[in-house]
Nanobody, 123 residues
Framework: QAQLVESGGGLVQAGEALRLSCAAS????????MGWFRQAPGKEREFVAAISWIGGSTYYADSVKGRFTISRDHAKNTLYLQMNSLKPEDTAAYYC????????????????WGQGTQVTVSS
């Protein structure tokens, strides 16, 4: 069964950086769009970034554009999210997902989800 497992979350101060990883258990995802989403307490889950696994096209939410970078390593079956210049408002649980969405921001069209990793940014 295909699985996604995130890691790399933690507690950092504003302005610092973190890199999240998402290990995929199967080559199933090689034809999919891979995305990062986040959910803060009391808020809905929101789109952060996405990448097409084969072509490498990238997409970002306006709130993270210029600070976050999504990438993937084919050989390691791993998705990454490099987060620089972190802000307190980036505090959330971060989830990776895989699917074939009509639009990369359409959360319900992602078929596979990881368990999430917590990112906390202190001011």
């Amino acid at each position: 069964q295909a699985q996604l497992v995130e890691s790399g979350g933690g507690l950092v101060q504003a302005g610092e950086a973190l890199r999240l990883s998402c290990a995929a258990s199967a080559r199933t995802f090689h034809s999919y769009v891979m995305g990062w989403f986040r959910q803060a307490p009391g808020k809905e889950r929101e789109f952060v970034a996405a990448i097409s696994w084969i072509g490498g096209s990238t997409y970002y939410a306006d709130s993270v554009k210029g600070r976050f970078t999504i990438s993937r390593d084919h050989a390691k079956n791993t998705l990454y999210l490099q987060m620089n210049s972190l802000k307190p408002e980036d505090t959330a649980a971060y989830y990776c997902a895989a699917g074939e969405p009509r639009l990369v921001t359409m959360i319900r069209e992602y078929d596979y989800w990881g368990q999430g990793t917590q990112v906390t940014v202190s001011s």
